[in-house]
């Protein structure tokens, strides 16, 4: 076990490398100087030459490019992701900022479609043909067909315009003000859960009845087993190796894969930093953004991988 975990920490370091060089190279291809971006919002006609030729050197645009990744790799090892050139903040510290917000909206998402997904697949494998199996598949292929984007503008349009139930924009810190936080984030953990239940719906369920099958199960319906019993002991855990799988995915995705959400609801997160970044041509912000949700997601695969062995005694790490 500690050499797999050994030989699988390297392969992140080495996949985690190959993806910044990926990513380094390929915001700077994008036409457009990031200098220029930022000082046309202030004083273009008045700069001269050597306060750009200043400015380039300040954030270390005037060297080569292998130079400038080598200094990132450098720094980031030590802590330091760089300065972003639009907010002239130190890229550490917008990521502290915009990482709970993400977190908070990602984890209650991530929580409450598992709370709700999971058993309602297994209840509609249970219950295949019956009335409750065909409700929750068709909620599940309902949810599954509808843009996140245009239910959240439903969701928008109804509660908040119409109704003027909830605040429709916007994020307070729960320490700061619980019951404003509660109200704001209900429309945007609610779109974040939907389409993750029905996911939850269907695999859960397909999963569940392919188990249903195996001639052990068979075994066991014969030998009288309570149906609770033989689905918890002896269906579950084989059943929940895909689901697993697909929820290892879904967790990492928490820190930076709201960008819709946020974009539609105004919340200052992760996703919402990536796509100004990348608008603005912001490099630190790009790359820093970029290296937290690498750094998820490879932590999320190993997490999935190490959680094999426990679901099925059959997985070995050699």
């Known amino acids: 076990m500690i050499a797999y975990i050994i030989r699988r920490i390297f392969h992140?370091?080495?996949?985690?490398?190959?993806?910044?060089?990926?990513?380094?190279?390929?915001?700077?291809?994008?036409?457009?100087?990031?200098?220029?971006?930022?000082?046309?919002?202030?004083?273009?006609?008045?700069?001269?030459?050597?306060?750009?030729?200043?400015?380039?050197?300040?954030?270390?645009?005037?060297?080569?490019?292998?130079?400038?990744?080598?200094?990132?790799?450098?720094?980031?090892?030590?802590?330091?992701?760089?300065?972003?050139?639009?907010?002239?903040?130190k890229v550490t510290d917008d990521i502290k900022k915009r990482l709970p917000i993400s977190f908070h909206l990602g984890a209650l998402g991530f929580i409450i479609s598992s709370l709700i997904g999971i058993p309602a697949g297994i209840i509609a494998a249970v219950r295949r043909g019956k009335w409750l199996d065909h409700i929750l598949t068709s909620i599940g292929n309902l949810g599954m067909t509808i843009p996140i984007f245009w239910l959240g503008i439903l969701l928008i349009y109804v509660f908040g315009l119409r109704l003027n139930l909830l605040p429709i924009f916007g994020y307070t810190s729960p320490y700061k003000d619980f019951w404003m936080s509660t109200k704001q984030i209900i429309l945007p953990v609610f779109c974040l859960a939907v389409p993750a239940i029905a996911g939850d719906i269907r695999l859960v369920r397909s999963s569940m009845l392919e188990v249903?099958?195996?001639?052990?199960?068979?075994?066991?319906?014969?030998?009288?087993?309570?149906?609770?019993?033989?689905?918890?002991?002896?269906?579950?855990?084989?059943?929940?190796?895909?689901?697993?799988?697909?929820?290892?995915?879904?967790?990492?995705?928490?820190?930076?894969?709201?960008?819709?959400?946020?974009?539609?609801?105004?919340?200052?997160?992760?996703?919402?930093?990536?796509?100004?970044?990348?608008?603005?041509?912001?490099?630190?912000?790009?790359?820093?953004?970029?290296?937290?949700?690498?750094?998820?997601?490879?932590?999320a695969n190993l997490l999935v991988d190490l959680s094999y062995g426990w679901l099925d005694p059959r997985v070995r790490y050699e």
């Open 212 to 299: 249903m099958r195996q001639d052990y199960i068979r075994t066991a319906w014969s030998k009288g087993l309570q149906e609770s019993v033989l689905i918890i002991r002896h269906a579950l855990k084989n059943g929940l190796i895909p689901v697993v799988t697909m929820k290892g995915m879904a967790l990492a995705t928490i820190l930076g894969g709201q960008v819709f959400i946020e974009t539609i609801f105004n919340i200052p997160g992760m996703g919402r930093l990536a796509v100004t970044s990348v608008t603005t041509k912001d490099y630190a912000e790009v790359q820093g953004v970029m290296l937290i949700v690498g750094l998820a997601v490879l932590m």
């Open 12 to 89: 992140a370091v080495l996949t985690l490398i190959i993806v910044m060089l990926i990513v380094f190279f390929s915001i700077r291809l994008l036409p457009g100087d990031p200098i220029l971006m930022y000082i046309s919002q202030q004083n273009m006609q008045t700069i001269t030459q050597e306060q750009l030729d200043d400015l380039r050197h300040k954030y270390g645009l005037d060297k080569s490019l292998p130079m400038q990744f080598v200094d990132w790799i450098s720094n980031a090892v030590r802590g330091d992701l760089g300065k972003s050139i639009v907010y002239d903040s």
